[in-house]
């Protein structure tokens, strides 16, 4: 993975710009031994390392335009960073840059039932944004799996999704308003608690654009009455494509499920031996989860056993009890930890039109052979969003790279099947060079010129995205 | 011009000499008076790719919305979004077409529970001001590759580039409908009555109450939509629960009548062949009221319509007058107004400074020449 050479000016100055960051923030604002930045050298992607130039923790909107004034009057680069969850290397540092990390900003600063929105510091973690309403049988719909961990800033970043958003959207569709300071430190006030843009739909482009239009500090977010329960289905099946038409056909029945999961044999198999969820052994599995009443939850469920069983399921668990839905949840939950107990894997998420899952899960079963590397797919069926793990050994050389040719295949042929390189984790580091797969140069160049308006001095988080080749001459003309 | 084909389309931008006015089926005469030579985007119309098992659909921007919906409609699926008819509140003519409705971001009722346009919008085609084909998203639910510039270019009325074509997420349409109605409330109980309703787990695709409704009387609507089973169960649980504003309840189970009404919210019906000015106000829910009772301050006799269980605000008043003379937090657009009102009153709200720059920015990028509808949006 190529990044960028330091810029050695930058590197040259390091004590000044302690120094000026220093003066504008509280001591224990300003990280920037090395012993101490090397906790922030890389995210969840952690195959790529690179301790930053110095690491800035602000508590207050107000710190964070002081330290990008400062960063943009020394052409500084910043890389902003939530929780550092993500996979893709959305906020992996450059040696001359400065991370600017939001994890202190988490106070709620505003709930309100009535008109169903809560505001918050960016900092805040996902899960406890719905815990902030929780209480009043509120809830916050966006559930990356890393909810626990990950930030809204970085859902924010990366428009990230979950296994509910069958139902209830994105990140996008449950962002009212955010504010955001731009690199030349100005605050901007974009959306609030009404629905939509009174002029060009500014906040539709921050979100999902991966920390290079501007660092935001606080988000309104819509929140939502919790359903009065929810229960799921578990169905096997003999092959991945009557898995899939079995999907297809609950969509098509007029039945909106709030889940809709899928996992293939190999990771059926090896959940089973992690978790021991009591799932059949067989080639495709789905989860089907349906909300509402209990009343409502028996009649959602009658029609999908009824859709199910035209398809010869080889086997169907309804649950009748949290205890048995946690169960059939188990196996799905721990999907990763159990691929990551076989060996290193590397998980991708490519997402395609529901129609293709059979070929594409065939085509990715003889690339698996090709590669000599083994492949588990679990993802949301329903919208398409994939997540082929490719197991790998970190220890041993040329895996790595191996691993990362397969999945450049696996993503070039989502998109060739009508699809797209990422469907929740971003482009990243990681997927920054296939962007040419799916966009010709001149779709690149009018995204860039967003960030152009944006960031003219590509400051923010310049290496990502776009390809280097791609983003070269701008970022060249920063310096 | 009415170029046949996308690239036909991307050279009569190219060669365009001056201001260019952006027309899809003409029936949305909103925003600044545009003077310009018409490209329409009539000739792009083609419903290209139909999956109802993944619920997309792909359509050229110049397809007749009313073609859109028969074709989802025969598979027993519809726009999530509900898309208004404007033509009855600007008596215009012709047929809409689904890239002007993505061009206007236009969202009804339903827009509280599944979206606005902009939200089931997945991917699109467009010209630039500099002729260039280009294209963002794709036909996928879920896509985060590169920035989303499908939600810039829904709602950016033709000023930042031709539409050319459209994906757009569809849903199915629900076996049953029904619509709880209470009777006489007020403005403000109103308001707390359709909150307590979108609070509550009963799934709400549809709140709006109208203070003069059919029969002159006001009338608030909760619609709940589902398979049979939910629906009657949740119309019981909604009564229960609305009972206590005060207001007579009624269910109205008959979907034709359901349909009916919401159509006539949908398409602001109670201000069809008025006289006056029309304004849509978008604010928090609780602050609609608010905003009404002061423009009844200075003008009593104002018609009235809330949707999006507060938040969207319809107000009729008489021609010339600046809702925004009241102040609140959100916007205001004139969409029916006079060509003088139009040219006196600002028809989209002022952004704030540091906003309007990156707006005007993003223009000077998509339309370095200023041709695509320039001044629409002020």
């Not at chain 1, 500084?76 to 990390?101: E, F, H, K, N, Y």
């Not at chain 1, 895996?399 to 797209?420: M, N, S, T, Y």
């Not at chain 2, 949740?234 to 207001?247: D, P």
């Amino acid at each position: 993975m190529d990044m960028p050479t330091p810029n050695p000016e930058v590197l040259a100055k390091k004590a000044h710009i302690v120094a000026r960051l220093k003066a504008v923030l509280p001591a224990d604002a300003v990280i920037y031994e090395e012993a101490e930045t090397r906790a922030y050298e890389c995210d969840a992607l952690t195959a790529y390392r690179c301790p930053p130039l110095a690491v800035v923790l602000p508590a207050s909107t107000e710190e964070v335009v002081a330290i990008l004034k400062v960063c943009h009057a020394e052409t500084v680069p910043v890389v902003p960073r939530g929780a550092g969850t993500s996979l893709a290397g959305g906020s992996m540092p450059t040696a001359d840059s400065v991370i600017l990390g939001v994890a202190r900003m988490t106070e709620v600063l505003e709930a309100d039932f009535a008109n169903r929105f809560i505001r918050v510091q960016t900092g805040r973690t996902n899960l406890s944004v719905s815990g902030a309403v929780e209480e009043q049988d509120f809830f916050y719909a966006p559930d990356p799996s890393s909810q626990l961990a990950c930030a809204i800033a970085g859902n924010i970043a990366m428009n990230s999704g979950g296994a509910h958003c069958l139902k209830y959207g994105v990140t996008t569709n449950n962002l009212l308003g955010v504010t955001m300071v731009t690199m030349e430190g100005e605050v901007v006030e974009i959306g609030g608690a009404h629905l939509d843009a009174g002029g060009l739909d500014l906040l539709g482009v921050i979100c999902g654009s991966e920390g290079q239009l501007g660092v935001v500090t606080e988000a309104t977010l819509r929140i939502l009455p919790k359903p009065e329960g929810a229960r799921p289905v578990l169905m096997g099946f003999d092959s991945n494509e009557v898995a899939g038409q079995c999907v297809s056909d609950i969509i098509k029945s007029g039945i909106l499920p709030v889940a809709i999961e899928f996992m293939d044999r190999p990771c059926i198999r090896a959940t089973e031996a992690f978790a021991g969820a009591g799932y059949p052994d067989c080639e495709a599995l789905l989860i089907v989860e349906v909300e509402g009443s209990d009343e409502e939850i028996d009649a959602q469920l009658e029609r999908i056993l009824t859709i199910a069983r035209t398809h010869n399921p080889v086997g169907l668990r309804e649950s009748t009890s949290a205890d048995e839905s946690a169960r059939i949840w188990l196996g799905r939950k721990s999907a990763f930890g159990a691929m990551g107990q076989i060996n290193d894997y590397m998980c991708l998420d490519g997402t395609i039109p529901v129609s293709q899952l059979p070929l594409v899960l065939r085509r990715i079963g003889e690339m698996s052979k090709d590669y000599g590397l083994d492949v588990g797919n679990v993802f949301h069926a329903g919208d398409g969003n994939m997540h082929p793990l490719i197991l790998f050994d970190a220890n041993k050389p040329g895996d790595l790279e191996k691993c990362e040719a397969f999945g450049a295949d696996i993503l070039r042929l989502c998109v060739e099947v009508g699809g797209c390189l990422t469907g929740e984790h971003g482009v990243g580091i990681e997927k920054r060079d296939l962007m040419v797969d799916q966009y010709l140069p001149e779709d690149l160049d009018i995204q860039m010129a967003v960030k152009d308006v944006f960031d003219p001095k590509w400051l923010l988080n310049p290496a990502k995205v776009f390809p280097l080749t791609a983003s070269e001459t701008r970022r060249m003309a920063a310096e | 011009m009415i170029p046949k084909t996308e690239s036909e389309l991307a050279e009569c931008v190219a060669g365009a000499q001056g201001a260019l006015r952006i027309q899809g089926g003409g029936t949305r005469d909103i925003g600044v008076p545009v003077a310009g030579a018409v490209l329409s985007t009539a000739g792009l119309s083609d419903v290209s790719l139909y999956e109802p098992g993944a619920l997309t659909v792909v359509a050229a921007a110049g397809t007749p919305l009313s073609e859109v919906e028969a074709t989802l409609a025969a598979e027993g699926q519809r726009l999530a979004f509900e898309p208004m008819d404007h033509c009855g509140l600007l008596g215009g003519q012709g047929a809409s077409t689904i890239g002007g409705v993505v061009a206007a971001n236009v969202s009804g009722p339903r827009r509280i529970q599944g979206g606005a346009c902009r939200d089931s919008l997945l991917g699109v085609r467009f010209v630039d001001g500099m002729g260039r084909v280009l294209k963002n998203g794709g036909r996928v639910m879920k896509n985060v590759t590169g920035y989303d510039l499908v939600k810039l270019m829904a709602g950016s009325w033709g000023t930042l580039g031709v539409l050319t074509e459209v994906s757009l997420k569809v849903q199915a349409v629900p076996e049953a409908m029904g619509c709880i109605l209470v009777n006489g409330l007020s403005d403000v109980d109103a308001v707390s009555a359709m909150s307590a309703a979108l609070g509550s787990p009963y799934d709400i695709s549809g709140a709006a109450h109208a203070p003069s409704g059919v029969d002159g009387h006001p009338v608030t609507m909760i619609r709940v939509e589902g398979l049979e089973t939910s629906v009657a169960y949740r119309a019981a649980k909604l009564t229960n629960l609305l009972a206590q504003f005060g207001g007579e309840v009624v269910v109205e189970r008959d979907s034709m009548k359901v349909a009916a009404g919401w159509a006539w919210v949908r398409d602001v019906t109670l201000m069809q062949g008025g006289r006056g000015d029309v304004w849509r106000i978008s604010v928090k829910p609780s602050e609609g009221p608010n905003v009404v009772a002061k423009l009844r301050e200075t003008h009593p006799n104002i018609s009235v319509l809330y949707d999006w269980g507060g938040g969207l605000v319809w107000v009729q008043v008489p021609q010339g007058t600046d809702v925004r003379a009241v102040e609140f937090a959100g916007h205001a657009t004139l969409i029916r107004g006079s060509e003088k009102t139009r040219s006196i009153l600002p028809v989209f709200q002022s952004e704030s400074a540091p906003l309007a720059a990156l707006s005007q920015g993003i223009r000077e990028k998509f339309d370095p020449r200023g041709i695509l509808n320039p001044g629409l949006m002020g």
